[in-house]
């Protein structure tokens, strides 16, 4: 009966360090994604495209921005190994600046933490016609 306990003790510590050895990894398509010059309002979501490179399930626990003017959107369910998934980011592009944000990815993975980010310029044409406008008026004077 000893002997039956101790061979069952062994298989189960064999298994447990068999299910150690795999782990899920994560690897991006690209970390950056660069907006370019865009219009004020104009479309803010872009995706970030990854796959599970590993041999266990990807589980994203948390993606957060480094500011609220930034929505990320982490995918529900884990990602098999080979499959692919996508970190949807929403920028609202009302604000007329540069852009310059970092998204912080947490998993499973043996990199838990990655760094993303988005970079960029929304612009507002409409108030340079208006200067421009205003400008003309006055030389014609």
Do not use: W
Request: charged share 25%; with cysteine.
């Amino acid at each position: 009966m000893k002997h039956l306990f101790t061979l069952l003790f062994v298989g189960l510590i064999s298994i447990s360090l068999n299910a150690q050895d795999k782990v899920a990894k994560i690897e991006f398509k690209d970390t950056t994604i660069d907006y370019g010059t865009i219009e004020k309002g104009a479309n803010g979501i872009r995706t970030f495209e990854f796959t599970n490179t590993g041999e266990a399930p990807l589980i994203i626990s948390q993606v957060k921005s480094s500011c609220g003017c930034t929505i990320p959107k982490k995918p529900k369910d884990p990602i098999m190994p080979g499959k692919t998934g996508e970190i949807e980011v929403k920028y609202d592009t009302n604000r007329v600046n540069p852009i310059r944000k970092t998204i912080t990815v947490l998993s499973n993975a043996d990199t838990p933490t990655v760094a993303l980010k988005i970079k960029g310029l929304v612009i507002d044409s409409g108030k340079n016609n208006v200067l421009e406008k205003k400008d003309k008026s006055i030389v014609a004077h």
